[in-house]
């Protein structure tokens, strides 16, 4: 059995009370947003990079794409240019609170629903409540209908904040950085989605694993992606996203890559990824 194949389960007969997420159809015959979830709880893999990026690409197509700032850091709502404490409202209301999601969308490049740094303390303030993994998955239940895409970046942890992603996605990408390649890591990814697939969720599924800050220089990052084919097959993206400064500044403009440089290399990866996905979700 590979790492992300689905183990039989023992534990979706003992939830009977929980309602199984509706099935999306594949591709953009849906009636609601396709939700992705970035997921990776190793910090600097360029989750927050790859959840905007690839968001402001299927804008560029025409989607009416919303990207969903779930990491108390604040670096997706940064990266828009947005300064997270001039926030009335942010996830930490929608999730704890149950304030409208709408009332803290802001309109970009793409929409952003705004975190703070208060979202730091929604894990705790959120643990007793009953339906604590779903707070998101309620939230986004009324908007769906007026997105294509939902893309969610999530914190560098597998705590309450990512749970609620993965239990209201259908698809999520990882995003690994090869020259810290680091299986145990996914592993433990992946056992987590057996959770949530099995008692909350059971339509999640690995999208695909996206290799980041490749420095095509280094025989390493050649040999780190071989192994991770090696591991993980056809779920490792072709599209490959290489090493750039232009990474580092576009957030500082508020701007996605898309934007910052149209014609760079950078933006036509994430292009290309934009592409794939879209192609899969055809499959
Ligand atoms: P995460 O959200 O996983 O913590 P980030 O997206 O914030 O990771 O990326 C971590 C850092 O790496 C950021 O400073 C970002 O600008 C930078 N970065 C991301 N992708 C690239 C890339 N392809 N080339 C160079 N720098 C990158
Ligand atoms: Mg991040």
Not at 167 to 179: D, L, M, N, R
Not at 223 to 239: C, H, P, Y
Not at 260 to 269: E, H, L, N, S, V
């Amino acid at each position: 059995m590979g790492f992300f194949e689905r183990k039989p389960s023992a534990m979706q007969q003992q939830t009977p009370s929980v309602t199984p997420a509706p099935v999306e159809p594949s591709g953009l015959e849906h009636t609601g947003a396709q939700v992705i979830a970035f997921a990776n709880q190793k910090g600097g893999v360029a989750k927050t990079t790859t959840t905007l990026n690839l968001a402001a690409a299927f804008s560029e197509k025409g989607h009416r794409v919303l990207c969903v700032d779930m990491d108390p850091q604040g670096n997706l709502t940064m990266s828009q240019g947005i300064d997270p404490d001039s926030l009335e409202v942010s996830m930490y209301d929608v999730l704890v609170h149950h304030t409208s999601i709408r009332e803290v969308i802001r309109r970009r490049e793409v929409d952003v629903a705004c975190a703070s740094i208060d979202l730091a303390g929604a894990e705790i303030a959120m643990s007793t409540q009953i339906g604590r993994e779903r707070s998101l998955e309620k939230a986004l239940a009324p908007i769906k209908p007026d997105y294509d895409f939902i893309c969610i970046d999530t914190p560098p942890s597998l705590g309450l904040l990512t749970i609620n992603a993965l239990t209201v996605a259908s698809k999520v990408i990882v995003p690994v950085q090869c020259e810290y390649l680091s299986m145990r890591g996914l592993i433990q990814l992946q056992n987590t989605l057996s959770m949530i697939r099995e008692n909350l969720n059971p339509n999640v599924q690995i999208e695909g694993i996206l290799p980041t800050l490749v420095d095509t220089r280094t025989v390493h990052a050649k040999e780190a992606i071989e192994l991770l084919e090696e591991n993980f097959g056809d779920r490792v993206f072709a599209s490959r996203i290489t090493k750039t400064v232009r990474f580092a500044e576009a957030p500082v403009k508020g701007m996605s890559v898309l934007k910052y440089d149209p014609d760079g290399k950078a933006a036509y990866a994430y292009r290309e990824l934009a592409r794939e996905v879209l192609e899969n979700g055809k499959r």
